[in-house]
C-alpha cells in the first residue's frame, strides 16, 4: 500500500518528508518521491527503488522549503519506475499531486484531457487527477475549488494530496472510499498529513481522522474539513498514547522478530481492563453489547483475510464451543460475492490488523447492506473497520510494522475467547464454575506465551536444518488446524518456500501422494482432543519417508520417539492452545527467511495493508 507525507510548517519539509516516509516502509512499496516548494518554485525529487535510492537523488540535487509532500508507490498502475513514480506534475507544472488508491475511470478522464490538448508523460492513473485540478485552475476557481470539482469527478477509492506554487499557504487532501487512512497531525504552528500515525507521531500525537468522502484544507495554523460536498464537519481530535520508541526495533534484528516477541505484552495488554478475575467476568464496553441482542444472534459471520481469517476459523471453534452460536467463516474477498443470507439477528464480525484492508471492508458494507450488526477486532486505532462497526474490541497490541503479522495474529485469537465468554454469560448457556474456569484460564496465557518465545533457539537450530526446504506441508486438527494454515502462511510470506496448511484426516483423501523424503512435514500434535489423531498421522508420514517436525507439550516422549525434530510448547489449556502452538511457527518461519537472507520485514510483492480489490 502507498505511503503519503505532507508537511506544512516553517521548518525544512525535506527531512520531515523523509523520516516519516521511512516510518511507512513496512507497508511495502517499489518507489519514493518528493514535492517542495522551493521558494516560488515546485521541486520534484522521484526514483524507482527504496528510500535509500531517493536520499542519493537528493544528496546528488538537493532541495529545502516548505510545503511539501512525500510519496512510496506500490505500482497498480504503470511499472515502477521514475517516470510513474509519485509526485505528478501538472502542464503549468505549478500543481503537484500524490494518490493512493485506484482512479477507476481513469482512462475516459484520460481520454478527456488529452482531447483538451495535454500530454500525458506518465502511465498512472494519478497523473489525470493533477491534470484534471489544472484543468479547474484555468477556468479561474480557487486551488480547494478546484481540488473538490476533481475529487468529484474522480471514481474508487482514493487518497489524494495536492499543493500548488500558486497557494503555498495550504495543502488540500482527500479521502474518497477504503484506499487507506489519511491522519492529520496537529502541530505548532505546523500541520502533517500522512497515511499512518507512525510517519508523524515524533512531532505530534494529536491527530485528526479523515472519514470517507471528507477533505480537507491544511495549513500552518488550521484544519478546515468539509465533506466533498461542501458541508462543514466538526472534527474529533485524537490523542495517540503509541509511544514512538514502541515502533522502533529495539535490539531486534527486524520488527517481525521484535513483534514476535512482544506477544507476551500484547495479550497481556489485549486482555487490560476487559477481565474480571474476581467474579469470573469479562468486559468488552466497546462491542455495546446488550443481554437482550446476545439473546437474539442467531449466526456470526467472521470476514477477514490471509493470517486474520485464520484467527477467524480458531473464533469459530471457541464461539460454538463456549456460547453456543453457530459461526461461518468467509474470508473477505468471496462474502460480498456468496450472497449471503444476513438479517438484524446476525452479526458480521470483521478482524483486521490495519483496518484498511480494501476485501474485509467490503464485506462489512455487504453486510451493512443487508441489515446485520457490524463488529470489528481490529488494532489500528482510527481506522475504517473500527468507524463503520456498530460495536469493536481493539487488539490493543500497539503498532505492528512487519508486514507478516504475528501479535496481531495471537491478540484476537485471545479476543475472541473473551467474546465467546461474554456472549455465553449473557444468553445464559454457561454455568458459574465453567465461566470462572475459562477466565481463570486467561490468567496464565501471558506466562505460557513467554515461556514457549524463550525457546527461540531451539527453533533456530530447526530452522537451520529445514533452510534449504523447497516445500511443507502443515497437518492440524480441531482448533490447531487453522494454525497448519497460518504456519504455512508465515513460511510462504517470508522465505518465498512453497508451503501448505491441511486439514491432518484430509491427507488420506488424496494429498498423502505428496510425501516423501522430499517433503517435510509439520504436525502440531499438542496435548489437546485430537493429539491421538495427530500422533497416527506422524506414523502415517514416517511411513512415507517424510522428514517429521512436530509441535508437541513438554514431556511428550511418544511424539518425540517418532519425529525428527519437536517443537517443544508448554502444557496449555486447549481452547487456548493456538496462541502457544502458533508460537513456534512463526518462530520456524522468522529464521529460515533470516537464513535464506531476505527481506524478512518488506517482502517481495507485498503490502501490510491490502487497500486495493
Ligand atoms: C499476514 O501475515 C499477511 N500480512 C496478510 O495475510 C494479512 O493478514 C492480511 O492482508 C489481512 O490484513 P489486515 O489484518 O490488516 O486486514
Known amino acids: 500500500m502507498c505511503g503519503i507525507v ?31 516548494l522551493n521558494g516560488d518554485q515546485l521541486e520534484v525529487r522521484k526514483d524507482a527503488g527504496k528510500l535509500s535510492q531517493l536520499i542519493d537523488l537528493l544528496g546528488k540535487s538537493p532541495i529545502s522549503g516548505a510545503p511539501g509532500i512525500g510519496h512510496t508507490r506500490w505500482a497498480t498502475h504503470g511499472a515502477p519506475n521514475a517516470r510513474n513514480a509519485h509526485p505528478h506534475l501538472g502542464q503549468t507544472k505549478r500543481v503537484v499531486v500524490v494518490q493512493n488508491g485506484i482512479v477507476e475511470n481513469f482512462l475516459e478522464l484520460k481520454d478527456e484531457l488529452m482531447a483538451e490538448g495535454v500530454e500525458f508523460q506518465s502511465e498512472t492513473d494519478t497523473e489525470t487527477i493533477v491534470h484534471l485540478v489544472e484543468h479547474y485552475l484555468a477556468t479561474g476557481l480557487s486551488l480547494v475549488e478546484a ?26 487532501t482527500a479521502r474518497i472510499g477504503n484506499a487507506g487512512g489519511v491522519v492529520l497531525g496537529l502541530g505548532d504552528g505546523e500541520n502533517f498529513i500522512a497515511s499512518d500515525i507512525p510517519a508523524i507521531m515524533e512531532h505530534t500525537r494529536n491527530v485528526i481522522f479523515l472519514e470517507s468522502r471528507q477533505m480537507a484544507v491544511v495549513t500552518c495554523n488550521t484544519m478546515t474539513i468539509e465533506m466533498l460536498d461542501g458541508a462543514q464537519v466538526k472534527p474529533q481530535v485524537h490523542a495517540v498514547s503509541w509511544d514512538p520508541i514502541a515502533a522502533e526495533k529495539g535490539e531486534y534484528r527486524h520488527f517481525m522478530q521484535k ?56 473464533g469459530k471453534y471457541l464461539i460454538e464451543k463456549i456460547a453456543r452460536v453457530p459461526v461461518e467463516v468467509v474470508i473477505g474477498s468471496e462474502f460480498r460475492y456468496s450472497d449471503p443470507i444476513l438479517n438484524d439477528r446476525t ?17 462489512m458494507e455487504e453486510g451493512r447492506r443487508k441489515g446485520a450488526t457490524l463488529w470489528s477486532i481490529v488494532n489500528a486505532i482510527g481506522s475504517q473497520a ?18 507478516a503479522s504475528t501479535k496481531a495474529f495471537t491478540a484476537p485469537l485471545v479476543d475472541q475467547y473473551m467474546l465467546a465468554i461474554l456472549l455465553a454469560d449473557l444468553r445464559g ?25 524463550e525457546r527461540e533457539e531451539e527453533v533456530a537450530v530447526v530452522a537451520h536444518a529445514l533452510k534449504d526446504i523447497r516445500d511443507c506441508l502443515y497437518l492440524g486438527r480441531g ?28 491427507m488420506k483423501h488424496g494429498p498423502i501422494a505428496l510425501i516423501d523424503e522430499h517433503m517435510p512435514v509439520l504436525c502440531l500434535a499438542p496435548k489437546d482432543p485430537w493429539r491421538e489423531k495427530m500422533v497416527s498421522q506422524i506414523q502415517q508420514a514416517r511411513a512415507r519417508g517424510g522428514v517429521v517436525i512436530a509441535v508437541a507439550t513438554d514431556g511428550d516422549e511418544l511424539v518425540e520417539a517418532m519425529t525428527d525434530h519437536v517443537l517443544w510448547i508448554p502444557e496449555t489449556p486447549w ?24 527481506d524478512v520485514d518488506q517482502p517481495r510483492n507485498l503490502a501490510k495493508s491490502v487497500t486495493v480489490e
Open 347 to 363: 452479526v458480521v464480525l470483521a478482524i483486521s490488523q490495519s483496518g484498511e484492508t480494501a476485501d474485509t471492508l467490503a464485506a
Open 429 to 453: 448457556v454457561i454455568d458459574d464454575r465453567t465461566r470462572k474456569a475459562l477466565v481463570a484460564d486467561l490468567r496464565l496465557i501471558p506466562d505460557l506465551v513467554g515461556r514457549t518465545l
Open 575 to 598: 481452547m487456548l492452545s493456538p496462541v502457544v502452538t502458533v508460537l513456534p511457527l512463526q518462530l520456524l518461519a522468522y529464521h529460515i527467511a533470516a537464513l535464506r537472507g531476505l
Open 147 to 172: 481540488a473538490r470539482k476533481t475529487f468529484n469527478q474522480i471514481q474508487g477509492a482514493n487518497v489524494v494530496v495536492v499543493m500548488s506554487a500558486d497557494e503555498p499557504d495550504k495543502i488540500v
Open 259 to 314: 513483534e514476535i516477541h512482544e506477544q507476551a505484552r500484547a495479550v497481556t495488554d489485549t486482555l487490560a481492563g476487559r477481565v474480571d478475575f474476581v467474579n469470573g467476568r469479562i468486559r468488552l464496553p466497546d462491542l455495546n453489547l446488550t443481554a437482550e441482542f446476545a439473546r437474539q444472534i442467531e449466526k456470526i459471520y467472521i470476514t477477514a483475510c490471509g493470517t486474520a481469517a485464520y484467527a477467524g476459523m480458531v
Open 6 to 36: 505532507g508537511y506544512i510548517g516553517p521548518h525544512d519539509a525535506t527531512p520531515i518528508i523523509l523520516n516519516g516516509l521511512k516510518r511507512l516502509e513496512y507497508r511495502g512499496y517499489d518507489s519514493a518521491g518528493l514535492a517542495i
Open 479 to 506: 482448533i490447531n488446524m487453522p494454525i497448519a494454515y497460518e504456519g504455512a502462511l508465515k513460511l510462504k510470506e517470508i522465505s518465498y518456500i512453497h508451503a501448505e496448511g491441511y486439514p491432518a484426516g484430509e
Open 386 to 403: 473500527i468507524r463503520v462497526a456498530d460495536g469493536f474490541i481493539s487488539m490493543q497490541t500497539g503498532p505492528e510494522i512487519g508486514v
